[in-house]
């Protein structure tokens, strides 16, 4: 792999972000953890993690310019993954209580809401219903990926391209606990999941090593 393995994963303060460091690595990327602006516009791929609550994420996110630098990447066509609460604050908001309510970056329109199920967090392995035509799960159809998550997209809102553009509608994979909820989208360049791959073993790995090998 050439320049396409050059990976940033975007160090803004949610976390320990190591094990995601490493995945990316064993899966051939050359990896940077950094907060840097100028490192983060210049890889080939963004990482956005995201761990606790949606607010303090995007209050970090914001701190260290992450909306500008997910925006321009966007406007330029480079790709961006995020993960966890990383996918969450993609979307326009969230009902998660808050001292400090953010309103999140509105790349997807839609509302984080609390799982309805009888156990609250998930925690744990889950299947995943891909569609037809996914890069992110291509050879991992039936595989289970680790989830620990109490929010979640549970009703995608956007409205379907028609016509020339209808090919190019968001790709979404759903799970369910208690009730059905997005698992991961792909939308050109901007992809999500709300599981950990870099926690959930060989599958997650196989989905990482995709979005690599698109970059």
């Given at each position: ?105 509105g ?7 609390r ?8 925690m ?60 991961a ?14 926690k ?6 196989g ?9």
């Open positions: 792999m050439s320049r396409a393995g050059r990976v940033v994963v975007f160090d803004y303060g949610s976390g320990n972000v190591r094990s995601a460091v490493r995945a990316l690595e064993h899966v051939g990327a050359t990896v940077e953890l950094t907060g840097d602006r100028a490192a983060a516009l210049a890889a080939d791929g963004l990482f956005v993690p995201g761990v606790g609550n949606f607010h303090a994420c995007m209050s970090g996110l914001r701190a260290a310019d992450g909306p500008l630098v997910i925006d321009l990447r966007l406007s330029g066509g480079r790709p961006v993954l995020g993960v966890c609460v990383g996918m969450q604050v993609l979307f326009d908001g969230s009902e998660e209580p808050s001292a400090d309510p953010q309103e999140g970056l790349e997807w329109p839609g509302t984080v809401s799982l309805v199920a009888d156990v609250v967090p998930h744990g392995w889950s299947e995943v219903t891909p569609p037809s035509g996914t890069r992110l799960f291509a050879g991992l159809e039936g595989e289970r990926f680790y989830f620990v998550h109490s929010y979640a997209v549970q009703h995608w809102s956007m409205q379907a391209p028609t016509g020339a553009f209808a090919a190019v509608a968001p790709k979404l994979t759903w799970s369910e606990h208690g009730r059905p909820f997005l698992a989208v792909e939308n050109g360049p901007l992809s999500a999941t709300q599981f950990h791959p870099e959930s073993g060989e599958a997650g790995l989905l990482l090593e995709n979005w690599v090998k698109s970059l």
